[in-house]
Structure formats: structure tokens, C-alpha cells
């Protein structure tokens, strides 16, 4: 692993912890310097979207959304938020379709055994 990696990976989670302790704006300037440095890399994107959202800045959140969309990174997380995002701007019909796009991608990974939260009965 190069050491550049190695650093991106440290302010990665650095980014997270500030995310999990409601340092939203710190969060999201690492994360949007490290979407800079490896735009390769999605979950620096997801992280952008994600603190935007928590720090009521929907409309930046929505954007860093549809860059992910764009990308093809769409997945039940990608829909679950962005189905909140839309709420809170008051597009409800929008969050209406994100929400049933979430429970769709859910009940197929259910359906193929992929989702861990979803359990057999019996």
C-alpha cells in the first residue's frame, strides 16, 4: 500500500469519526479534499452526501447524490438517503419514489439471500 493511500485512508476515517460526533462541516471538507484527491473512489463521495445532509444543506447533498447516481453507485443506502434528502426539501413525491426504489433493492437482496438484516423465518 503506497503511503499517499495509507494517508487518504487515516483522513478517511478521521472524516468518519468527525461525521459520527456531529462535526459535520469538518467531515465533510475532508471528505471533499479527499473526492479531490481520489475521485475514483465513491464512499469519499457518499461521505460528501451524508454530511451535507446531517449539516442541512440538502441542496449539496442532493448534488453530491446525483453525482453517484451518474456514476452508477446507486444502492438501498444511496435510496434511503436520498428518499430523506428530498423529504426534507418538501419534494415528497420524489422521497415517495426514492423510498419504494430502497424497499425494492432491499426485498431483491433479500430475495437472494444478500441481506444480512433480512432473516428466514423458521
Do not use: N
Amino acid at each position: 500500500m503506497s503511503s499517499k493511500r495509507r494517508e487518504t485512508l487515516v483522513l478517511s476515517q478521521l472524516a468518519y469519526l468527525y461525521l459520527l460526533q456531529g462535526y459535520v462541516d469538518r467531515a465533510a471538507l475532508i471528505y471533499q479534499t479527499l473526492h479531490i484527491l481520489e475521485p475514483q473512489i465513491l464512499q469519499h463521495l457518499r461521505g460528501i452526501a451524508v454530511a451535507h445532509a446531517r449539516a442541512g444543506r440538502h441542496d449539496k447533498a442532493l448534488a453530491a447524490l446525483d453525482e453517484l447516481a451518474l456514476r452508477g453507485a446507486v444502492d438501498a443506502p444511496f435510496y434511503s438517503l436520498r428518499s430523506r434528502v428530498l423529504a426534507d426539501l418538501g419534494r415528497l413525491e420524489e422521497a415517495q419514489a426514492a423510498m419504494r426504489s430502497y424497499l425494492a433493492v432491499r426485498a431483491a437482496r433479500a430475495a437472494q439471500g444478500k441481506d444480512p438484516s433480512v432473516r428466514k423465518a423458521g
